[in-house]
């Protein structure tokens, strides 16, 4: 089977562990096509999109999840958006040089903090979480995110090449977790002992492994020797939320003077999306129908 951009639950059957592993190729690829990031930044962004997307399976949501990585840079900033069906869109803002290479998140962003974000699909109900980022990387940043939130002990193993970005996450339950009732028959409680030899099995997972193994294998090569019920694979895909209806609201938002000022300046307005690159435009035509009476008002509408 095609073991490119999907999504692995699965669950230990004998004490309340889970675990969610995500592969993302081509959806990944597609994220990246048009950004020419430095190989430090884009590992990182890659680590983003895979810990965004185990966090977007283990949180109960419809609407969109958005993690927010800012400070003093060289890497300022950093957005990834994942909505509950799998969709998951980002991008990566530098300012001069990145460091080479193997530069993690702490050498990338300096002293900075990561915001989660859960919204419902109309925006009424929100959810936000903030967490420093600690030098570490990536991961440990998640791990402390989820303990502070969820309050559920989680480890995390993240990779990304310029061909895949990759994740697993752990997760220990409550003892008798009702959440997962449906999921775990047996939900005795998981002993420190058997948390403990869950992640020190992970944790002999190398990064090659991690990028390179199809997910049956992966577990295979971890969990051998205990009960894992490996769950159906769920599609991830690159899909960016920017739409016409979208832009035309940004336009609006921002004014008819200074609209008519880029139009009379460049012959034509264009708005590029910073997540897909597309660019939107709109000439003298399509300005005016843009403020054309009985069209929606400035800020009526939802902006990106
Ligand atoms: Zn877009």
Same mark, same amino acid.
């Given at each position: !089977? ?21 592969? *993302?190729?081509?959806? #990944? ?15 990182? *962004?890659?680590?983003?999109?895979? @810990?965004? !997307?185990?966090? @977007? ?9 958005? *993690?927010?990585?800012e400070g003093p840079g060289p890497m300022h900033l950093m957005v990834v958006q994942a909505t509950h069906q799998m969709a998951v869109r980002g991008v990566a803002r530098w300012t001069g040089e990145a460091p080479p290479g193997e530069a993690g998140i702490g050498a990338l962003v300096g002293e900075g903090? !990561? ?18 980022? !600690? ?19 989680t480890r995390l193993w993240l990779v990304a090449t310029p061909q895949r970005a990759a994740g697993l996450l752990l997760q220990r339950l409550p003892s008798g977790a009702t959440a997962s009732a449906a999921e775990i028959e047996h939900s005795a409680e998981a002993g420190d002992e058997d948390w403990n ?82 660019? #939107? ?24």
């Amino acid at each position: !089977m095609h073991d490119g951009d999907i999504l692995r639950r699965f669950v230990f059957e004998r004490f309340p562990v889970r675990g969610h592993l995500v592969h *993302l190729d081509a959806s #990944w690829r597609a994220l990246i096509e048009h950004h020419p990031y430095p190989e430090a930044i884009r590992t990182v *962004l890659g680590e983003g999109v895979a @810990a965004t !997307m185990l966090l @977007a399976a283990t949180v109960k949501f419809e609407g969109r999840l958005t *993690l927010q990585v800012e400070g003093p840079g060289p890497m300022h900033l950093m957005v990834v958006q994942a909505t509950h069906q799998m969709a998951v869109r980002g991008v990566a803002r530098w300012t001069g040089e990145a460091p080479p290479g193997e530069a993690g998140i702490g050498a990338l962003v300096g002293e900075g903090r !990561m915001f989660v974000t859960v919204e419902s699909e109309d925006r009424q109900s929100r959810y936000q979480g903030v967490v420093p980022l !600690m030098g570490e990387g990536l991961a440990a940043c998640f791990e402390a995110y989820f303990q502070q939130s969820e309050q559920l002990p989680t480890r995390l193993w993240l990779v990304a090449t310029p061909q895949r970005a990759a994740g697993l996450l752990l997760q220990r339950l409550p003892s008798g977790a009702t959440a997962s009732a449906a999921e775990i028959e047996h939900s005795a409680e998981a002993g420190d002992e058997d948390w403990n030899r869950i992640v020190h099995l992970a944790s002999t997972l190398t990064a090659d492994e991690l990028a390179g193994l199809p997910a049956e294998e992966l577990l295979h090569r971890l969990f051998h020797e205990e009960d894992l019920r490996l769950f159906d694979p769920a599609p991830v895909y690159f899909q960016c939320a920017c739409s016409r209806d979208r832009v035309s609201g940004i336009l609006r938002s921002l004014g008819e003077v200074e609209v008519r000022e880029i139009l009379a300046e460049r012959g034509e307005v264009e708005v590029r999306c910073e997540f897909c690159n597309r660019a #939107w435009q709109y000439d003298a035509v399509d300005v005016t129908a843009l403020f054309a009476p009985g069209e929606p008002a400035a800020g009526s509408r939802a902006l990106q």
